[in-house]
């Protein structure tokens, strides 16, 4: 919006909405032949059927070693399926009635082999190497019972994953500890395992969707165009293929937990607390340790979002319900759930996490949404909701000077500077040393903090962002191209300044727009309107 999305923005991608719908179970349905397996009584949905050899039944390989938590890789040149967890080792070779567990050898009633280019392997003799308990029951059902497996299951359903990928995630969720911050910022605590099944896709998100949510599929084609993630029940579904960063890839992975821990507690927060809620946490969690200017860009993108709408007459409401919050989705020309993180952040900000944390805790009692919010913050969500809207209408009348950029520039970079200001088609070329440096741009034109040494071309003039480029004296090669050109974007949303991007531009006119706020050995380190 307001010009926002030019080819230089690119690599800016505003979150998309995230559903959190009901619960679903699948009906049972296996037989003797083709049985169906349970872990921790979730059922796993294997894409080939797991298959009842002379007694022992035999299930695709990847599910299964996920769906406990273990890594598993496979070693081509032996075909041989590795599988670890926990300190042990497993190395079952295909189509060999032998195995080794810890470095033991082992004999098998019925070797692991090869099924409609699937590699099925005995559920019973993984699992309980591994110390699980397997009960088998005649009317066609393997029930696994796991010892010592992670909070959260991570699982490949999509071949067009990578061999590493969902282990990696795995691993991921664990080092960071997402589960127990999602936790400690809600008051509450997971009451079972959470299941996520990962996609790499649009095919293969659009069948997890179907699989796991019962949508359409129609409904789960509009839900691959715009969900980064859906939360349904006790499962998750990402799409990998759609997370645009490292820093996007844990905060969706935090946002639905966020919406499956309160799915588990039963805890009936109004749609805008919930999506909000999840929105801050995942923020919180994704850029802990990140750079400041990439998590106030986040801030200002869902501000510039709210404030657009305001301003051109399409604002609604914040909303209580999660079927109004549907239809709404469906219907508003902006993203609501940023406007409930919006609204959340505003609660936070005047009353503290530890007071949110207790307002989501009441509704792990009887009282209803209104009393709850009532009683932990002195007012209701009505008048909550138009002071909110006034709030948003005073920023509205927000304006600046300009903009105020504090970069650190290395002794990597050789090169000059030049920046194009707001409303300006000229280009002022400048130097820095090597050092911490702050630059005042102003709207009229002028530039303190560095002395303009010529004016180096013209360019396409923009109301709401300024450019600071970076030209290198010495060739910069990077992945085997050489780097032109590269700069800096800061955005004026109304009134308030933010880093937006960074980019670079290679010989072949090739524009990239790497996640950082750092590039060619210069830092951005703080953005900030001048008053």
């Not at 919406?259 to 109004?270: E, I, R």
Request: no cysteine.
């Amino acid at each position: 919006m307001r010009n926002l999305w030019t080819k230089l923005l690119a690599g800016t991608v505003l979150g998309l909405a995230v559903l959190t719908i009901g619960s679903n179970q699948p009906a049972h349905a296996g037989t003797i032949s083709q049985p169906d397996v349970y872990v921790d009584g979730e059922k796993l949905p294997f894409d080939v059927k797991p298959i009842n050899d002379r007694g022992r039944v035999l299930v695709p390989l990847r599910m299964i070693f996920e769906s406990i938590g273990a890594e598993v890789t496979w070693e081509a040149k032996t075909s041989t399926v590795v599988g670890k967890k926990d300190g042990v080792t497993i190395r079952l070779p295909i189509g060999k009635k032998t195995a080794t567990v810890g470095g033991k050898t082992v004999t098998l009633d019925v070797p692991a082999k090869l099924v409609n280019d699937r590699t099925m392997v005995p559920v019973r003799f993984i699992n309980e190497s591994f110390g699980n308990g397997v009960e088998w029951d005649p009317a066609g059902v393997v029930d696994i019972t796991s010892v010592n497996a992670p909070q959260v299951r991570v699982i490949g359903g999509d071949v067009k994953l990578v061999e590493g990928q969902v282990y990696n995630v795995q691993k991921e969720i664990i080092q960071k500890q997402i589960v127990e911050k999602v936790q400690n910022q809600a008051g509450y605590t997971f009451d079972g395992p959470v299941w996520i099944y990962l996609s790499n896709s649009d095919g293969g998100y659009k069948t997890a969707l179907m699989r796991e949510t019962d949508a359409s599929s129609t409904e789960a084609a509009q839900l691959v165009e715009w969900a980064n993630g859906v939360a349904y029940g006790d499962t998750i579904v990402i799409p990998l293929h759609k997370q645009e960063s490292d820093y996007g890839r844990v905060r969706t992975i935090a946002h639905e937990l966020a919406h499956v821990l309160f799915n588990q507690n039963d805890a009936d927060l109004p749609s805008w607390v919930n999506e909000g809620f999840a929105w801050q946490a995942s923020l919180d969690i994704a850029f802990e340790n990140g750079p400041q200017v990439l998590r106030d860009r986040q801030d200002m993108l869902s501000r510039d979002e709210v404030l657009g709408a305001l301003n051109d007459g399409s604002y609604r409401p914040l909303i209580n319900g999660s079927y109004s919050k549907l239809v709404a989705l469906g219907e508003a020309t902006y993203n609501l759930e940023l406007q409930d993180y919006m609204a959340v952040q505003e609660l936070t900000e005047k009353f503290g996490k530890e007071k949110l944390k207790a307002y989501l805790k009441r509704f792990a009692g009887t009282g209803s949404p209104d009393a709850n919010f009532r009683g932990e913050f002195g007012m209701s969500m009505s008048e909550f909701g138009t002071a909110f809207r006034d709030t948003l209408a005073e920023e509205l009348k927000e304006s600046s000077q300009g903009v105020e950029v504090t970069l650190n520039v290395t002794s990597q970079f050789k090169g000059t500077f030049s920046v194009l200001g707001q409303n300006s088609s000229q280009w002022k070329m400048f130097s820095l040393t090597p050092g911490a440096h702050t630059l005042r741009i102003y709207k009229d034109g002028r530039l303190e903090g560095a002395i303009v040494q010529d004016a180096v071309g013209e360019g396409d003039p923009s109301e709401d962002i300024v450019f600071l480029a970076m030209e290198p004296d010495v060739p910069v090669t990077e992945a085997g191209k050489r780097i032109e050109y590269a700069g800096v974007a800061l955005y004026d949303s109304f009134g308030e300044f933010a880093f937006l991007n960074v980019w670079k531009t290679d010989t072949n006119g090739k524009d990239q727009f790497p996640e950082t706020n750092k590039i060619l050995g210069v830092e951005i380190i703080n953005v900030k309107a001048i008053r």
